[in-house]
């Protein structure tokens, strides 16, 4: 394969992400502009101000003006979005996990890799948990992957992981042991996730 045709791949590649990150993010930004309160608390948390894309963009960390370790774009989107409580903390512990991975690489951190690659694996499997079973399998895992990696700088993070040397894991094999949050209602959400795993396999 030839340098030209390698680079029209990746363009396409690069322009295809872009159109499903504004896509997926433009939609939420329109019900946030509707809503008549402009300070709304989510779980405690008041709703971040929607980002100006050009800034956003000016790092590979982005904009987190309320400093909750989340970007302010996919902040409103897991905000948006989710189904419930449980559904929005999930989210937030991956969401969380993937702009702590973009931190480690932005800083070329290699001895914290392991960690921060656990730590995604965890949020991973706390958001099977929590989100399969009321959507398409792993919906939310790819959306917020897609958030986060949402230009050509923060994808390059893909690199640095695929050349640094560790071992992962997650902290459980029961993915509702890997959520950092009390889950409401526990007993019911083991058994559906562990129904909707059975029926998937």
Same mark, same amino acid.
């Given at each position: 394969? !030839? ?18 990150? *504004?896509?997926?993010? $433009?939609?939420?930004?329109? /019900? ?5 309160? &402009? ?12 980002? @100006? ?11 987190? +003006?309320?400093?909750?370790?989340? =970007?302010?774009?996919?902040?409103? #989107? ?7 409580? !449980? ?19 932005? @800083?070329?951190? $290699? ?6 690659? +656990?730590? @995604?694996? +965890?949020?991973?499997?706390?958001? *099977?948990?929590? +989100?399969?079973?009321? =959507? ?6 790819? $959306? ?9 700088? =923060? ?13 992962? &894991?997650?902290?459980? /094999?029961?993915? &509702? ?5 009390? /889950? ?9 996730? =562990?129904?909707? #795993?059975?029926?998937?396999?």
């Amino acid at each position: 394969m !030839n340098k030209t045709l390698s680079l029209a791949i990746i363009l396409l590649i690069v322009s295809g992400c872009t159109s499903e990150y *504004n896509k997926a993010i $433009k939609v939420v930004f329109e /019900i946030k502009k509707q809503d008549q309160n &402009h300070n709304h608390i989510f779980d405690g948390e008041v709703e971040p101000p929607i980002p @100006n894309s050009d800034e956003n963009d000016k790092t590979i960390l982005g904009i987190d +003006s309320n400093e909750n370790g989340i =970007r302010d774009d996919v902040d409103i #989107w897991i905000n948006r979005t989710a189904f419930d409580y !449980n559904e929005r903390m999930a989210m937030r512990q991956y969401a969380r996990a993937e702009q702590d991975e973009l931190r480690v690489c932005k @800083n070329e951190l $290699k001895d914290e890799a392991a960690r921060v690659v +656990s730590n @995604n694996m +965890s949020a991973h499997g706390c958001l *099977n948990a929590l +989100s399969d079973p009321i =959507r398409k399998k792993g919906y939310a895992e790819k $959306k917020i992957g897609l958030l986060t990696i949402s230009n050509t700088a =923060r994808r390059s993070c893909l690199g640095f992981y695929d050349h640094s040397s560790y071992i992962a &894991h997650a902290k459980s /094999i029961e993915f &509702h042991e890997n959520c950092n949050f009390t /889950i409401q209602g526990l007993e019911n959400v083991i058994k559906s996730y =562990r129904k909707f #795993w059975e029926y998937s396999e």
